[in-house]
């Protein structure tokens, strides 16, 4: 079965063939048992994918997100000019490879019962580790960039 | 834009209110939760695999679109931005995980991205309720399997049930690369499946 032929019944499958073209399909998939056996596999994969119910939101989760939304100040970056946001990136992923040098060397020294990253978050306190810390400054530029689109 | 936004407004009343939170009206961005809410905690908890997680990333998506809101342009439909926004947030949350685990030495088997799981059991019926559990369970480590990018198409269409029109609008992406990535997930996950069966009926010669 070649590649086209599986995409025709992927799209039969999530409705995306016109009707005339979905017919022509479901005949030719009557007379060819190869194809019969190929959208049965498809058809069965597809069904077989179920996840419970989601969990429903919080009690005034809304409320509380709104609460929350006020008290923040506004994200300062998206007023900074471009040159400064590419600035702060690249200084911040040259601080990430840094940091992953030092992780993986440190790492590397240490005995194989300890073999958290000196990066990695902190067993005593819980808190972000260095690492984490540097990747949400980077996700929350890209972010930035994501809106700046919208 | 005026124009636009006066087609845009006309197909969907949530960018009115939209336009509402972004002149600081709180009762707005209530409303605009209460409407959003359980679609997108949906659809971070098919995407990260964990409730817990899933409900601090949907605060923070909108928290995002509380600031957002003045910078969005009313095209299409309200849902189709805010999902564009979750699953960004997802797809982030995600590659800082797999960057924390590599930073710890951890294995990045697939099994890692799998939170611990154990759904309230709905059905009367005992083996029912198992059988509905094996079979989420199996959804969820296929899911985790996925490459990122298959991951979100294979959410959005199998879970949230979107068009591969409407994919590739969330994603900005073509219907060609929706259509690529669906299929290559399907791929990886009936060869998953399929070794899946082999190793269970290894098990039973071996019993």
Not at chain 1, 25 to 31: D, G, N, T
């Amino acid at each position: 079965m070649n590649r086209a032929t599986e995409i025709e019944l992927m799209r039969l499958l999530h409705g995306e063939l016109p009707a005339e073209q979905a017919g022509a399909l479901r005949a030719q998939i009557a007379r060819e048992p190869e194809l019969a056996a190929a959208w049965a596999r498809l058809e069965s994969t597809w069904s077989g994918l179920e996840l419970p119910p989601a969990a429903p939101a919080p009690p005034a989760f809304a409320q509380r997100v709104l609460a929350q939304a006020r008290r923040q100040p506004g994200l300062s970056w998206s007023a900074a000019p471009r040159w400064a946001r590419a600035t702060a990136a690249a200084a911040l992923a040259a601080g990430l490879a840094l940091g992953l040098g030092a992780g993986k060397l440190a790492g590397g020294a240490r005995s194989s019962q300890d073999t958290d990253s000196a990066l990695a978050v902190s067993a005593a306190g819980g808190g972000p580790s260095l690492a984490e810390t540097y990747w949400d400054s980077l996700a929350d530029l890209s972010d930035l960039d994501d809106g700046a689109r919208q | 834009m005026g124009t636009d936004s006066a087609r845009a407004s006309a197909t969907d009343p949530d960018w009115d209110v939209l336009a509402r939170v972004a002149a600081g009206e709180g009762d707005a961005f209530v409303h605009l939760m209460e409407h959003h809410q359980d679609r997108l905690l949906r659809l971070c908890e098919r995407m990260l695999g964990d409730v817990e997680e899933a409900r601090d990333a949907t605060q923070e998506v909108f928290l995002k679109v509380y600031q957002k809101a003045g910078a969005a342009r009313p095209q299409g439909q309200v849902y189709t931005w805010l999902y564009r926004i979750a699953v960004n947030h997802c797809l982030n949350k995600l590659r800082r995980r797999k960057l924390v685990r590599f930073l710890r030495w951890e294995n990045p088997a697939e099994d890692a991205d799998v939170a611990p799981f154990d759904p309230p059991d709905t059905a009367p019926d005992p083996a029912a309720a198992l059988e509905s559990r094996l079979r989420w369970q199996s959804t969820r480590r296929a899911i985790a399997a996925l490459p990122d990018n298959q991951r979100a198409v294979l959410v959005l269409a199998r879970f949230e049930g979107l068009s591969y029109k409407q994919i590739a609008e969330v994603l900005e992406i073509s219907e060609g690369a929706v259509e690529s990535r669906l299929f290559r997930a399907m791929r990886r996950i009936e060869g998953a499946q399929e070794s899946d069966a082999s190793r269970v009926s290894r098990k039973e010669v071996r019993r």
